[in-house]
């Protein structure tokens, strides 16, 4: 009970007053304006583009995370704890400072551009910086770590012993892998897919650094309504899109979850 007290009161009620109730604003003026943005193509584009590249850091990170996940929890050696904390320790760093080294890498004077300059692919540097490609490189970074201890703790739970076993039944190791091992270790899938989904759709910091005002997402495009032009209503608005679409796919990766789990 102590615990849903200060869930309700420091999160729910909170949360329900930003997104029905913000300051000089009427309930029927957010869902107005949420209408309007449904509508108009400039702001659908943004939600594409958000859900878009969402999908996409999701994907990365998943194909990525899950075979590197596999090696550390199969591996014998007596370095597997060493490797995993270096799989994690970027979760320790800022999510600025983490972004900052790819504003090094991918600006028009940066590593990057210089070495493809170098070897003579393009005579120019190109723009790399300001482009869904930075921001999906950004945000895989930042969310890869996640990636990897949630399928990582779903991997360690799965007996090694059924690896052998389908091995010594005739089957390969990409046989094995893909008809033992990841139906038994679908639900850590759902939630490594579904913490890169909702983190990727509500960061701010990554997208505003590589993205500029060229590449708006909903988290910008929330940031520059309640600071910048102090448009209430459509803050209120463009975060109940986030909010839903955080739920929708939250949603769906429990049922999908669910199914693999029973199967």
Known sequence: ???LVLLLAGFLIPSAAMLFAPPDVQTGEIFAR???MLTDPYDLEVIGRTVGLALAVTVICVVLGFPIAYWLARSSSRWSGVFLAVAI????????????GWLVI????GALGRL???????????????????IVLGLTQLFLPLAIISCYSAVAQVDPGLDDASRGLGAGRIKTMWNVVIPLTMPGIVVAATLVFAGSVTAYTTPYLLGGSSQRMLS???????????????ASATALIMTVLVFLVSGLSSLI???????
Do not use: C, H
């Open 1 to 3: 009970m102590p615990g």
């Open 34 to 36: 949420l209408g309007e």
């Open 89 to 100: 320790f970027p979760l320790m760093l800022s999510n600025v400072v983490r972004t900052f």
């Open 106 to 109: 991918l600006g028009s004077k």
């Open 116 to 134: 493809l300059v170098e070897l003579g692919i393009v005579d120019v540097a190109p723009q790399l910086l300001y482009t869904k490609l930075a």
């Open 220 to 234: 910008t495009q929330l940031f520059n309504y309640a600071s910048t032009t102090i448009d209430w209503a459509s």
């Open 257 to 263: 979850g669910r199914r693999g789990a029973t199967s």
